[in-house]
């Protein structure tokens, strides 16, 4: 059964960095897509970075040159490593994992596999 469990998530100042953790079980990263998400309140979910098990790693354009996603494969886990974070970076953010057999991966595929969420608030 595949699991995926974030954390590292908590309150940081305007400027600060953190460092989010996905640990995932039941699967090998091997012909899976596995992605960063977050949500903002009332708002739809945006998509954040994404990788592939073929070496492709995308950042959206928002955080691009902030936001950093690798893994690694000893730990079955993956990370978002932000910094310069902004008040508008608060969000919950989400892991999670689909099978894919592109090199490419996408955010605007469909995850089938989702993880409960750790929440990030940037304020002062």
């Known amino acids: 059964q595949v699991s995926l469990v974030e954390s590292g998530g908590g309150l940081v100042q305007p400027g600060g960095s953190l460092r989010l953790s996905c640990a995932t079980s039941?699967?090998?990263?091997?012909?899976?897509?596995i992605a960063w998400f977050r949500q903002f309140p009332g708002r739809e979910r945006e998509g954040v970075a994404c990788m592939t098990d073929k070496g492709d790693t995308h950042h959206a354009a928002s955080v691009k040159g902030r936001f950093a996603m690798s893994r690694d494969n000893r730990k079955s886990t993956v990370y978002l490593d932000m910094k310069d974070l902004r008040p508008e970076d608060t969000a919950n953010f989400y892991c999670?994992?689909?099978?894919?057999?592109?090199?490419?991966?996408?955010?605007?595929?469909?995850?089938?596999?989702w993880g409960q969420g750790t929440q990030v608030t940037v304020s002062s």
């Open positions: 999670a994992a689909t099978t894919w057999s592109s090199y490419y991966c996408s955010l605007q595929a469909t995850y089938y596999n």
């Open positions: 039941g699967f090998t990263f091997v012909n899976y897509a």
